[in-house]
């Protein structure tokens, strides 16, 4: 898995070992910043279930100007920091380890762009958009990025933001609201 484009591309994120982390593919990567590429830029990111911090960090090697990472695993979390010190993106990072609300709780600013992809299956994308909400932490013109199964239907309207469009790739599917 690499950095598809901007000051990081190329390089190279480290993996891990096993399922338990499904990292975004490079083609849906690709075809996903396409898509939100005219919010990128100075944007403040959250890669919610960061995993290995893939979306965050292709976010700001594309000019985005703070990412927070946050996840729940202390092995998600150590490789997060060392993929975004192979990036030497010390400087705009923000690595928080804990559940979504904790991590959540620790940001005091709008937020741009959110990326969530939580394990599929466990009823959290309802729950994070309710507290995103809750918190009002999503910035006026800010957009969430939803990655979940292609078999789960997400509705025009969630927690009082409204769907913009949705791609399917394959079993996923990449739907963004704002």
Request: charge should be negative; charged fraction near 30%.
């Amino acid at each position: 898995m690499r950095i598809v484009a901007g000051d990081f591309k190329g390089r190279k994120l480290e993996t891990p070992i096993g399922n338990d982390i499904r990292p975004t593919s490079e083609k849906v990567k690709e075809a996903l910043f396409s898509i939100i590429s005219p919010h990128i830029y100075d944007a403040v990111c959250v890669d919610l279930f960061a995993g290995t911090g893939n979306l965050g960090l292709e976010a700001l090697s594309r000019g985005a100007s703070k990412c927070y990472f946050g996840d729940n695993s202390r092995t998600s979390i150590e490789l997060v920091r060392r993929n975004v010190a192979h990036c030497k993106a010390e400087e705009w990072s923000v690595v928080c380890f804990g559940d979504y609300e904790k991590v959540l709780s620790k940001i005091y600013e709008p937020v741009d762009i959110f990326f969530l992809d939580p394990p599929y299956k466990k009823g959290l994308y309802e729950d994070c958009f309710a507290k995103i909400r809750e918190m009002d932490l999503l910035a006026e013109d800010g957009i969430i990025v939803a990655e979940h199964a292609s078999t789960d239907l997400f509705p025009e309207e969630l927690s009082g933001f409204q769907k913009i469009k949705d791609r399917k790739y394959g079993s996923m599917t990449i739907t963004i609201y704002g």
